[in-house]
């Protein structure tokens, strides 16, 4: 397994969180990411490649599973949780592994590990393009069954900063990818560098407002054993599960990759991002992203693990 950069440098700005709650008060955080989400989805407007997009197109079972998947399935069963939690739905975190579970899938890894795996890469992007799209609305949506009555979540005030911070951007960048996409997509590496920053930024502030609130002295070890083996079982339940119904529906070795490797996945990127989103700068911020923190270190050590192996199963049999 390859060091991943990403991963250490988010440990690490949980960790300076812990040290510094306070942050350099110097830097206007809350300005910093706001700006940074806006640009994250213009960029992202920017790479959406209408040739690649459409090549994966037709593959339309592969699409209706991977789909109903990421935003029915994946809720449904985070639903089946409720009694492993103390006030049920109404717990801060059960509504964070909810949180996890309305989220879309992300798109470069899933891209690259189905790749890796010699699976269908058309209907990959396809997927994981469509997803990041339903997700601006769907992942608010499912939130606000949940937390209509709380006081962290007024819907009106998320369609209004969804509007101005995700879908004008990402509008703006559609719109001007003709012009600019291919200079985007040519500096792909770069960009997934200032999105990864922004999370970084994001997770910091998080962090920071939780430790200084001690939102954490609420959480004990045995609630976060929980959450790690209820984010365990998710994955692998949604993973085998998706291994049956390709093997029912008879889809090929290709097409059975690309749904269980884009159907598990979780992005990490609209996580953070929807936090801002949806609950601003509440302290609680740090909970709800712990779960989603949780899955995308475990998603990308398994998945790698798996698509390893379908590599080599495809070099003996080639």
Not at 147 to 161: R, Y
Not at 208 to 230: M, P, Q, R, Y
Not at 231 to 244: C, D, E, N, P
Not at 255 to 264: R, Y
Request: proline share 3%; glycine share 8%; aromatic share 14%.
């Amino acid at each position: 397994m390859k060091f991943n950069g990403f991963i250490a440098a988010l440990l690490f700005a949980i960790l300076l969180a812990w040290f510094l709650p306070n942050g350099p008060e110097v830097l206007p955080l809350k300005t910093i990411t706001d700006i940074g989400i806006g640009f994250i989805f213009f960029f992202y407007g920017l790479k959406l490649s209408p040739t690649e997009f459409k090549a994966g197109f037709s593959n339309y079972k592969v699409h209706i599973i991977i789909q109903l998947t990421t935003f029915l399935i994946f809720p449904m069963l985070v639903l089946g949780f409720t009694p492993f939690f103390e006030g049920g739905t109404s717990s801060q975190l059960w509504l964070a592994l909810f949180f996890l579970g309305a989220l879309p899938s992300t798109v470069s890894s899933s891209i690259v590990m189905v790749s890796l795996a010699k699976g269908d890469i058309p209907t990959a992007i396809f997927n994981a393009s469509l997803s990041g799209l339903i997700g601006i609305i769907a992942t608010p949506v499912w939130m606000s069954l949940f937390m209509a009555s709380s006081s962290d979540f007024e819907f009106g005030a998320v369609i209004q900063k969804l509007l101005i911070q995700i879908i004008l951007p990402l509008a703006i960048g559609l719109f001007l990818q003709k012009y600019l996409g291919t200079l985007a997509r040519k500096n792909s590496t770069k960009i997934s560098f200032f999105d990864k920053s922004v999370i970084v930024l994001i997770v910091y502030a998080s962090f920071s407002s939780a430790f200084s609130s001690e939102l954490f002295t609420k959480v004990g070890l045995a609630d976060l054993l929980k959450l790690s083996v209820l984010v365990t079982v998710l994955f692998f339940t949604i993973y085998f599960g998706l291994g049956l119904v390709s093997r029912w529906i008879n889809f090929s070795t290709e097409d059975e990759i690309t749904a269980k490797f884009c159907g598990t996945k979780k992005s990490l990127v609209h996580g953070s991002v929807m936090v801002k989103v949806i609950f601003g700068n509440s302290a609680a911020n740090a909970l709800y992203l712990l779960p989603i923190m949780l899955y995308h270190i475990l998603q990308l050590l398994v998945i790698a693990i798996f698509a390893e192996g379908y590599r080599k199963r495809e070099m003996e049999n080639g």
